[in-house]
């Protein structure tokens, strides 16, 4: 649950990602070109994911090329 919110409503578009800290792939959990307030931005699944520790961004890319971002890291256990 989070917020991808532009003031001025010009969001171009927003990507959700996920990393593992110790490096690798990148995977795209979301991508979306509206605003979400407090609502859902992805679903992460720890099914699709190797057990261990992730860097989750969050970026945001308004109509004029400017960009923001966020980072949260988490940690995900696959179920047995």
């Known amino acids: 649950t989070g917020t991808v919110d532009d003031p001025d409503d010009h969001l171009a578009s927003w990507t ?4 593992p800290l110790g490096g690798g792939q990148t995977i795209t959990l ?6 979400v307030i407090e609502g ?3 679903v ?4 699709l994911l ?4 992730y860097q989750l961004d969050l970026e ?3 109509l004029a090329g ?3 971002s966020t980072q949260k890291s988490c940690c995900e256990q696959a179920p047995k």
Do not use: I, M, Y
């Open 30 to 35: 979301a991508t979306g070109t509206t605003e």
């Open 60 to 62: 945001a890319v308004d």
């Open 40 to 42: 859902p931005l992805g």
């Open 44 to 47: 992460f699944d720890p099914t």
């Open 16 to 19: 959700l990602t996920a990393q």
């Open 66 to 68: 400017n960009r923001s």
């Open 50 to 53: 190797a057990n261990g520790s």
